[in-house]
């Protein structure tokens, strides 16, 4: 179970960290060319803001768990991506992007996975 968990921590830790630096370091207008069409919903600030939680999610399903340090904070980390795919999901349907849809709710279900994995199931130090 651990390394299936450790599998799933690095392949959210690598996609928020690279969709974070992205909406951190693009302008929201390139990033709407590039098809992230609803940060036209939102100013350049929130943009940014959405940017380092994804950022600080992806690290924090990673760091915590390889340091040995404070490893509470990968199963916390994860529900926390949990919340940002479920605002994720709702700017989507709001916004009648039915098909992209899919991509927020296969990372929810892999960060709720990992949350609980690391809670419960296969917690570090058990």
């Not at 921590?9 to 060319?33: D, H, N, R, S, V």
């Not at 605002?87 to 709001?94: E, K, Q, S, W």
Request: proline share 6%.
């Amino acid at each position: 179970m651990s390394i299936a968990l450790w599998i799933i921590a690095g392949l959210l830790g690598l996609a928020f960290i690279a969709t974070g630096l992205m909406k951190l370091t693009q302008p929201t207008e390139k990033l709407a060319e590039r098809g992230l069409a609803w940060t036209e919903d939102f100013t350049p600030s929130q943009v940014k803001g959405i940017g380092a939680v994804e950022l600080l999610g992806g690290l924090g399903v990673i760091l915590p768990g390889l340091t040995g340090i404070a490893p509470i904070l990968v199963p916390t980390a994860a529900t926390g991506l949990v919340v940002v795919m479920i605002g994720a999901i709702a700017v989507h349907i709001r916004r009648k992007e039915t098909s992209a849809i899919a991509l927020p709710t296969v990372l929810l279900l892999l960060a709720a996975f990992l949350a609980v994995g690391r809670f419960w199931l296969a917690p570090f130090g058990a």
